[in-house]
């Protein structure tokens, strides 16, 4: 069975590249090969399968999600992205650019900034993005929608602010 889904983005979101920019963003958010920002499937599964963990269901955690070195489960997630037609419009009228915005932040100590300290990281304005799972045993249907629709953050410095978003089932 296959679930489809759409991730509603309501604030900037930063899902990392682990890389930086140089000397003007400490780190940068991941792209495909035209510059639009998308989730990694296995960033999505990782989600999932925390708040199925809540759940405390453990045939439908094993079964779909694997066991920690055994296997891997038989769900098959895939990235996340824009759809085809948006990411289109975007690469034709060349607005990569404007899906990003910067934001700085620095450690205060005493009520003074910490030398050195600043950091600049590159985040995505709220988008909304489509993926799907593959091979959902029809028993675990339920259990897998309502583990996708806990997730409520996703990405970095989700615990200030960042990555709020809503996952809604499609289809």
Sequence with gaps: ???QYKIEFLDYWHL???LSAGTKLDASVVKDEDGIPFAAGKTIKGLAREM????EDEPFVEKCFGSSGVNMGTCYFSNA???VGVKEQIITNSLQENLYAEIASTKIENGMAVDHSLRETEVVIPITLYGEIDNVPQVYEEQMTKSLKMI???GLNRNRGLGRCSIKMEG
């Design 1 to 3: 069975m296959r679930i």
């Design 16 to 18: 990392s590249s682990g």
């Design 52 to 55: 199925a963990e809540l759940l």
């Design 81 to 83: 992205s824009v759809l």
């Design 152 to 154: 409520k953050r996703m």
